[in-house]
T-cell receptor
């Protein structure tokens, strides 16, 4: 069965500092991996996704993530945090089966950005 | 174009009542998903439709929960005999064919008193 673990329910960084949000997954088949962002009172928005091919995936707003199969990880990074990055971030894993896929989300990491 | 919409945005009901939550997916999207998000948690999968049929309903917590999508577009999540533990944000998402990116609606916040 699939599962997702996000290490750290809260992460605080200073503006301009590196952002690192950790995600580990388990999956019985090659997974599809996602990062979503949720701003207050808004729906989930896709940041980036990994399906196949290049393991370093670039997304919107300067974020990127690297799929490391040996570590079963898909950590999210951004070189320099902006105040506008403050939000909740969710890692998700999907397993493909006939007709579509089922997605399991992590519990989320709330990112705080200090001025 | 229009995104996924959900109505109502907020719903307050009393324990034991019946509620219906509606989802309008992006036009042309054949796949539709329902999730439940409790406070401080990630979205929890409930059910996945491919067209009019429920391809996977393994996430529905019990038989009080039911969802339909009779014409392969709009979907309704129905909750009977609501309990206080049903209070959560119910999210709907759609994707082009089930393998593509899911686009989420803003959610319906359900409060059961």
């Amino acid at each position: 069965a699939q599962s997702v673990t996000q290490l750290g329910s809260h992460v605080s960084v200073s503006e301009g500092a590196l952002v690192l949000l950790r995600c580990n997954y388990s999956s019985s088949v090659p997974p599809y991996l996602f990062w979503y962002v949720q701003y207050p009172n808004q729906g989930l928005q896709l940041l980036l996704k990994y399906t196949t091919g290049a393991t370093l995936v670039k997304g919107i707003n300067g974020f990127e993530a690297e799929f490391k199969k040996s570590e079963t990880s898909f950590h999210l990074t951004k070189p320099s945090a902006h105040m506008s990055d403050a939000a909740e971030y969710f890692c998700a894993v999907s397993e493909v089966y006939t007709g579509g896929f089922k997605t399991i989300f992590g519990a989320g990491t709330r990112l705080f950005v200090k001025a | 174009g229009a995104g996924v919409s959900q109505t109502p945005s907020n719903k307050v009901t009393e324990k034991g009542k019946y509620v219906e939550l509606r989802c309008d997916p992006i036009s042309g999207h054949t796949a539709l998903y329902w999730y439940r998000q409790s406070l401080g948690q990630g979205p929890e999968f409930l059910i996945y439709f491919q067209g009019t049929g429920a391809a996977d309903d393994s996430g529905l917590p019990n038989d009080r929960f039911f969802a339909v999508r009779p014409e392969g577009s709009v979907s309704t999540l129905k909750i009977q005999r609501t309990e206080r533990g049903d209070s959560a944000v119910y999210l709907c998402a759609s994707s082009l064919n089930g393998y593509e990116t899911q686009y989420f609606g803003p959610g319906t916040r359900l409060l059961v008193l």
